[in-house]
């Protein structure tokens, strides 16, 4: 009863007057993930594109309690998320990608945009600055997973490269049969020239024999719909 009222009378308003609404818990990404690392017994979170370990944060008030390793290629980020307490959480300064290697990473004024790839000149964000850039050293995820012998864990990984996750999967497979799960954040339409595209994630899914267990939207781009 409850629920429906939320639903039915709530919700409306919510988005209306401020913009968001409270979601069904079956449609709420936290509540999935939690089931799955419960599930199938998930023995480790990999964390690629860490940020400040917001998504750290998510998954133990959620009552994950085992290991997290997070993997974050700008500096200034690692340097808060390496500031976490948190005995079971490791945290590595390093990007990922198809091949070994150091990459130019584009840093912006907002930290969330950092990439490995350069903003398109008619993006909305294309005034955002460019505060600067920095070569960060990269390795394939098989190498990684070699060199901190996590052949042996059942692993969950959120990917949130900002445009690179296809050349991130890209370096992975020899050990894609230890990644359990996978939680993707992709645009549809990229603010990056060049970046990884979701029929690009779909292909790469079915060649490797993920199967997608749910889509959960971040945005709805109305200028999109105009003809």
């Not at 979601?23 to 990999?46: C, H, P, T």
Request: proline share 1%; with cysteine; hydrophobic share 40%.
């Amino acid at each position: 009863m409850l629920s429906q009222i939320i639903y039915r009378y709530i919700n409306p308003i919510f988005s209306k007057y401020f913009k968001f609404v409270i979601k069904r818990r079956s449609e709420d990404l936290a509540f999935q993930r939690n089931i799955i690392l419960k599930k199938f017994n998930v023995s480790l979170v990999l964390d690629v594109g860490a940020h400040y370990g917001e998504t750290v944060r998510d998954i133990r008030s959620n009552g994950y309690t085992g290991k997290i390793i997070s993997i974050e290629p700008t500096l200034k980020s690692f340097n808060v998320l390496s500031k976490i307490k948190d005995k079971n959480m490791q945290a590595f300064n390093r990007g990922l990608g198809e091949n070994s290697g150091f990459l130019k990473l584009n840093e912006f004024e907002e930290s969330y945009m950092n990439s490995f790839l350069e903003v398109k000149k008619n993006s909305r964000f294309d005034m955002k600055q460019l505060s600067e850039s920095s070569l960060v050293e990269c390795t394939t995820l098989d190498l990684f997973i070699f060199e901190k012998s996590l052949q042996n864990e059942v692993i969950f990984m959120k990917l949130d490269v900002q445009g690179f996750e296809i050349n991130v999967l890209k370096g992975l497979d020899k050990y894609k049969d230890k990644i359990i799960a996978l939680q993707v954040e992709i645009s549809i339409n990229s603010i990056y020239t060049g970046a990884s595209n979701f029929s690009e994630l779909l292909k790469w899914l079915n060649e490797n024999n993920f199967r997608i267990v749910s889509i959960v939207t971040e945005r709805f781009n109305d200028k999109q719909t105009q003809a």
